[in-house]
């Protein structure tokens, strides 16, 4: 991705970040059900992995809802401005973490722990990809006020800011 007209793109490095988590989610539930990861089904979690996992994926809906819709993310980027209100003063990539949680929520309807090892890999494909692409752009757009930014607030969780 390049920067063009003095901002970032639109959409970034995450059009690739969501479809390597979709796949990869889709990948592990295909070996789950195919029988190739059946001894990491544990019949005993099945309920409460259910329910976690329904609950794990409206909590990436609603982050991922509240960053499209309650954000303005395009206008900043549009008015070159540095969005760090809202959600993205609880995390710095709140559209990434949100499908991202949906798919471990995904995950974990197949009660496979085998399956619970993706998190680790949806997390260290962002932290990779955010650092060699959108962190760099950010970093030469606005210098500074973007390294103070990453300083107070996580690149992945959402979570209290630092003072």
Do not use: Q
Not at 70 to 99: E, F, H, K
């Amino acid at each position: 991705m390049r920067k063009e007209r003095g901002h970032l793109p639109f959409f970034g490095i995450g059009p690739l970040y969501v479809g390597l988590v979709c796949g990869l989610t889709a990948a592990g539930v295909w070996a789950s059900d195919s029988g190739l990861l059946e001894s990491g089904i544990v019949p005993g979690l099945k309920v409460p992995m259910r329910v976690a996992g329904v609950l794990v994926a409206l909590a990436g809906l609603f982050i991922w809802l509240v960053a499209l819709l309650g954000s303005r993310i395009d206008d900043g980027i549009r008015n070159n401005r540095l969005v760090t209100d809202g959600v993205y003063a609880w995390c710095r990539n709140p559209l990434y973490t949100g499908w991202m949680l949906m798919a471990i929520g995904v995950a974990m309807l197949w009660y496979n722990l085998w399956l619970m090892l993706l998190p680790f890999v949806f997390w260290w494909l962002m932290g990779f990809m955010m650092r060699h692409t959108e962190e760099k752009w950010l970093r030469r757009l606005y210098g500074a006020e973007y390294d103070a930014y990453c300083r107070r607030v996580n690149r992945t969780w959402p979570w209290f800011p630092k003072k």
